[in-house]
C-alpha cells in the first residue's frame, strides 16, 4: 500500500514508521498517489498566529473575539478541550474557560498570512478556491508531472512549508471531490492528513450522522430530523423522487451526497456575494450617537474592504439584534454600486432612521451586496447631493493618507463618538 512520510516526504510501501527517518508520521491510502481534490484548513488560525507573534501564549488558552458581550471567532485547542466553540457567547466560553485570554481580532495581520499562503498554493495549483481567509480548496489534476510528485506529496509540503516559514498549522482533506475533501480535513486535526477514496465511499458514509453534510444550516438539519435521517444510512433508504418532494432542491444534492457524489468543479472565480462588518456591545445601547458613530465605523470597514477586493455594491443592509438575540434588517438599493464609506453611512443611517423600535440594541452590522466590479462604481451624479463628488475625492485622498501612514492617521469626527 503506498504510504507517505509526512516529515520527510518519503514514498514507500506501507509501514508503521518511515524507513528513511523512521518517524511514525505516516499517512497510507491505496489511493494515495491516485487522488487530487483537496481541501486546507488552518487549525485555530487567528489564535495559531497570535501565539506565532507571542510565544507567551504557547501554552495558554486563547480565545480570539469581543468583549463580554461578544462572540468568539475561534479559540486555541487548549480552550477547545474545554468546550470553547467558534460563535459561542464570549460570556459562555468564559465560564467555561475562566483563565483564558482574550485578544481582539487583528485583520489586517490574518490578512496578510493569508495572503503568504494562498502564494504557497499558487506555486501548487491555479486551481484554487478560498473559503475564508483560513480555508480553501484545491485541483492538482495533472500536476504530478510538473511537480515530479503526486499531488498528496505537495500537499505534504505544502503544510509543512506553512509551519516553518509562517508559524502556522493546517490539515489536509484529499478525496476525489470537494464533498468528500472537507470532511477529510476536519478528521485529523490538528496537523491532519487524511484520505477518503472512491472504494470507500460508501462504507465511509453509510453509519456518518448527516450532520457532516457541509452548507445544510440549523433548519436544514432539523428537518432532516423530522423525517427520521440521522445517518447516511438514513438518507440512503429514501427514493430521490421522495427526497425532492419532501426537501425541494436540497432533495436531489441530498440523494448524490448521501452516494459520495459531488461534480461541483474547483472554480477560482467562485463570486463573492456580498461584503458586511458588524460588533457587539459591550452593553445594549439606545443611544442615537453611539450607533450613528458605529455606523461610520462600520460603513468605512466594509468598504475598506470592498475596495481591497475591487468591488461595489447596490444593495445596502442594516442589521440589528435586539436585547432577545432576535433580529431586524433593513435593505436598501442605491441608482448605482458604491463602494464609498460616506454613501453607504448616509444609506444605512437612512435605513436606522426609519426603524421605529427604540431599542436597546445589542449588535449592529453593515453590508454591501449586488457586488460588481469596482469600475462600475459611483458613476452617476447625484443632483440631489451636488457636493456628493466633493467628499468622494476627499474620502480617495483619506485613504491614501490611511494606506500610508496607518488606519489611525485620519479620522472622521463622528467615528469618534
Request: one cysteine or more; charged letters at 30%; hydrophobic letters at 40%.
Amino acid at each position: 500500500m503506498p504510504a507517505l512520510c509526512r516529515d520527510c516526504l518519503t514514498l514507500f510501501d506501507s509501514g508503521p514508521r518511515c524507513p528513511a527517518c523512521e518517524r511514525p508520521r505516516v499517512i497510507a491510502h491505496p489511493e494515495l498517489a491516485d487522488l487530487s481534490i483537496a481541501h486546507m484548513d488552518c487549525d485555530a488560525f487567528y489564535a495559531s498566529v497570535e501565539k506565532r507573534d507571542n510565544p507567551e501564549l504557547a501554552d495558554k488558552p486563547v480565545i480570539i473575539g469581543g468583549g463580554r458581550r461578544g462572540v468568539v471567532s475561534t479559540a486555541c485547542y487548549v480552550a477547545r478541550i474545554r468546550g470553547v466553540r467558534s460563535a459561542m457567547p464570549m460570556f459562555k466560553a468564559l465560564q467555561l474557560c475562566p483563565d483564558a485570554v482574550i485578544i481582539k481580532p487583528r485583520m489586517e495581520v490574518y490578512v496578510g498570512v493569508s495572503r503568504q499562503i494562498r502564494a504557497m498554493m499558487e506555486e501548487l495549483t491555479p486551481a484554487i478556491e478560498p473559503l475564508s481567509l483560513d480555508e480553501a480548496f484545491m485541483d492538482l489534476s495533472g500536476t504530478s508531472r510538473l511537480h515530479g510528485a503526486p499531488p498528496a506529496v505537495m500537499l505534504a509540503r505544502l503544510v509543512k512549508r506553512m509551519q516553518a516559514e509562517l508559524g502556522v498549522t493546517g490539515s489536509i482533506g484529499l478525496s476525489h471531490n470537494k464533498f468528500l475533501a472537507k470532511i477529510a480535513s476536519d478528521l485529523d486535526k490538528p496537523r491532519g492528513f487524511a484520505v477518503i477514496g472512491k472504494a470507500e465511499t460508501q462504507a465511509f458514509l453509510r453509519p456518518k450522522p448527516v450532520r457532516m453534510l457541509w452548507g445544510v444550516g440549523q433548519a436544514g438539519q432539523e428537518s432532516l430530523d423530522r423525517a427520521g435521517i440521522r445517518t447516511f444510512e438514513d438518507l440512503l433508504r429514501w427514493e430521490r423522487r421522495d427526497l425532492e418532494a419532501r426537501f425541494g432542491s436540497m432533495g436531489t444534492r441530498l440523494w448524490h451526497l448521501a452516494r459520495g457524489e459531488d461534480h461541483r468543479r474547483v472554480n477560482r472565480n467562485s463570486p463573492v456575494k456580498s461584503i458586511s462588518n458588524e460588533t457587539t456591545f459591550n452593553e445594549d445601547t439606545a443611544d442615537a450617537d453611539i450607533l450613528d458613530g458605529h455606523l461610520w465605523r462600520l460603513s468605512e470597514k466594509t468598504t475598506d474592504r470592498a475596495k481591497a477586493k475591487g468591488m461595489a455594491g447596490r444593495t445596502v443592509t442594516l442589521k440589528l439584534r435586539r436585547t432577545n438575540f432576535s433580529i431586524l434588517t433593513r435593505r436598501m438599493t442605491l441608482p448605482d454600486a458604491t463602494q464609498m464609506a460616506d454613501r453607504l453611512y448616509r444609506a444605512s443611517r437612512a435605513l436606522f432612521d426609519q426603524v421605529k423600535e427604540p431599542g436597546p440594541w445589542r449588535l449592529i452590522g453593515v453590508g454591501l451586496s449586488d457586488l460588481v466590479p469596482e469600475a462600475q462604481a459611483d458613476r452617476a451624479g447625484d443632483l440631489l447631493d451636488p457636493q456628493a463628488g466633493v467628499r468622494a475625492k476627499a474620502e480617495r485622498a483619506a485613504d491614501e493618507i490611511r494606506a500610508r501612514f496607518g488606519n489611525e492617521a485620519i479620522l472622521k469626527g463622528r467615528a469618534l463618538r
